[in-house]
């Protein structure tokens, strides 16, 4: 029993839920409204394979990141230690290559092979950028935040591209509408920039064992004072985005959504952005990494409203 659940913590088991929910959302909640009686007969099962993939892929991530991380994690957080602790290093490498191989193989499942080709190339891409993210972007300045914020947008996206035909997904009146290309833009940039905000203030968190073992991260290279002024710019664009979009919106009198916006997304995000100058401890910046996370659930949790709107 501890062995499962030191497995279930170092596979992330909150965040894989939160993967899968953000997938079946956008599915049923976007795509299903919009295509209604376009669905392909075994779409549900495709979409379950791709799901598992997502989930498979991303579970393999979590645990060469912790095979690569051991010193750091022995510094930064030594409670929440599995590798070498629980689970030996070998099991752990073992595990990420079946899981990596696993995902790769639902992917083919789940998608044509010979029209969707592509988004198995580009899993297979995500496991490799997992990898050298794990072993050498992490501890490099911006590039490992963008790394992990695109991937987080992926989740979105490989959704999307699997409904779709690229050659046609801007004609209207087709079965891959602009509409539904709006809304996948929407929620992946959305994950992308709050991404890049919570992978920041994560730097910041993590500075005493990365520090120790020679990261250039952001707060490292530049400061922790201009690390915010990064993050702060960053809140102020995802801030002033939403708010055009609620104006936006407001044309088509969503008031459920709307306020469900301004309450639940934009008015944490500011709570978070008068917090962020304050903080000063690792305590803080957890708890505003934390904040962040919460952000990004209300703001999935939005595409809720769209199954009833469109």
Partial sequence: MRLIAAFLRLIRLPNLFFIA?????????????????????????????????????????????????????????????????????????????????????????????????????????????????????????????????????????????????????FEPGTYTQPKFFRLAILYAGFAFISSLIREAIKDIEDIKGDVKYGSRTMPIVWGINATKVYIAVWMIVLIIMLLIIQVYILQFRWWWLVTYGILFVIFPLALIFRRLFKASSTEEYHSLSNRIKFVMLTGTLSMIFFYFYL
């Avoid at 935040?145 to 997904?169: M, P, R, Y």
Wanted: glycine share 4%; aromatic share 16%.
């Fill in 21 to 169: 929910l953000t997938q079946a959302l956008f599915q049923f909640c976007i795509y299903y409204p919009l295509y209604r009686g376009l669905i392909p007969a075994k779409d549900i099962l495709h979409f379950a394979f791709l799901v598992l993939a997502s989930l498979f892929i991303a579970s393999a991530g979590y645990i060469i990141n912790d095979y690569f991380d051991i010193n750091i994690d022995e510094v930064n957080k030594p409670q929440k230690m599995v590798v070498d602790k629980v689970i030996h290093r070998r099991w752990a490498i073992a595990w990420h290559f079946i899981l990596s191989f696993s995902g790769i193989i639902l992917t083919a499942l789940a998608l044509p092979v010979f029209e969707k080709w592509y988004l198995i190339l580009a899993n297979m891409a995500c496991v490799a950028l997992l990898w050298f993210y794990s072993t050498n972007f992490k501890k490099s300045l911006l590039i490992g935040n963008i790394v992990i914020s695109l991937l987080t947008a992926w989740t979105i996206l490989v959704i999307f591209f699997s409904k779709v035909t690229v050659g046609n997904a």
